[in-house]
């Protein structure tokens, strides 16, 4: 995991694994709000095997996610953008 810092904004990226090409970036808006962002994409090993790269693109507020580790939070936002993904190889029949 690598943070790097500026006074106003904050990336995180996250080792090798389902992870690694998301980034989580937080920071504060002008009127004093946090907000995080996970963005790239995730890799899925779904149940028939198969790796699917999911693209990830989700923005929340910060209080949301208050105390958390940033893998946690990471976790989090992208359980929000797998809520609308289905596994293309589920055809909707039973094999
Ligand atoms: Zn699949």
Known sequence: M???KNPR???VTFGPGALESIK???WTTKHGVGKLKAAGDFTVYCGYGNEHSVRIDETSA?????GLEPSAA???LVGYSLEGWSD???DGTES
């Open 9 to 11: 904004r904050e990336t």
């Open 2 to 4: 690598t943070i790097t």
């Open 88 to 90: 293309p190889c589920d």
């Open 24 to 26: 989580l970036t937080t």
């Open 74 to 76: 990471v976790d989090e």
């Open 62 to 66: 910060a209080a949301d996610h208050e």
